[in-house]
């Protein structure tokens, strides 16, 4: 759990970036190629959508404003992703030297 201030236009937010925003952040963006694969389809997620912002805006301080939704989901978004490529960067290091362990005692 790390805390993340984004700033949008002149307004600073904060968020704590937990496992359930990360899953929020990964729902909306499945949402998201979901509506841009099939654009029929586009009614049925658009509700799926708004729900997934407001859970994710929820964890927002101080309350954002509707004009800031793009720009705050934007980089709530990339920091998520950063957040996913950092833990599988470390997963791979870790597995490389416990590989690297196991050559050496051999």
């Given at each position: ?26 729902n909306l ?23 997934a912002i407001?859970e ?9 404003n ?7 989901i ?13 833990v ?19």
């Amino acid at each position: 759990m790390l805390t993340h201030e984004i700033q949008v236009n002149e307004t600073k937010y904060s968020i704590v970036i937990t496992d359930q925003i990360v899953n929020q952040v990964n729902n909306l963006k499945s949402l998201y190629n979901t509506a841009y694969e099939d654009p029929e389809s586009f009614e049925q997620v658009s509700a799926q959508i708004s729900s997934a912002i407001q859970e994710i805006t929820s964890s927002v301080t101080p309350e954002a404003n509707d004009n800031h939704l793009d720009g705050l989901i934007q980089e709530i978004i990339k920091i998520a992703d950063n957040q996913a490529a950092e833990v599988e960067k470390q997963s791979k290091e870790k597995i490389k030297k416990k590989a690297s362990k196991k050559a050496k005692k051999s």
